[in-house]
């Protein structure tokens, strides 16, 4: 099982940026999939979920409004939309898989990409 993400970089506050995660995996497995972000010596925190199928999603009060998490099924792969973004959003971004294996849900991680925004 692999997550591969991308669309990390760096860019002025008030700027855009789409991450993306793409995964192996076929939408029936997966009951969600969503995006954290970590600061260094910092537990990592919730931003954003969607459902396996695509057809509900959740958000941090952070990202609400200004992030927005979305699925191409045919691509097996979620993004983040992020807007407006500010200094403290600067971060490594960390794409979250549950999937399902028989009676289990095993959780996989991204490798994680780097969002930096300059003031």
């Known amino acids: 099982v692999q997550l ?3 669309g990390g970089g760096v860019v002025p506050a008030g700027g855009s940026l789409t991450l ?3 995964t192996s995996e076929s939408t029936d497995d997966i009951n969600s999939m969503g995006w954290y ?3 260094p010596g910092k ?3 919730w931003v954003a979920s969607i459902t396996g199928r ?3 999603t959740d958000y941090a009060d952070s ?3 200004r992030f927005t998490i979305s699925r191409d099924s045919a691509k097996n792969t979620i993004y983040l939309q992020m807007n407006s973004l500010k200094p403290e959003n600067t971060d490594v971004y960390y794409c979250k898989m549950d999937l399902q294996s028989g009676i289990w849900t095993v959780i996989y ?3 994680g990409t780097q969002v930096t925004v300059s003031s």
């Open 4 to 6: 591969v993400e991308s």
């Open 20 to 22: 993306s995660c793409a």
């Open 37 to 39: 972000h970590q600061a």
């Open 43 to 45: 537990q990592r925190e």
């Open 54 to 56: 695509g057809d509900s």
């Open 63 to 65: 990202a609400k409004g």
């Open 109 to 111: 991680w991204g490798q």
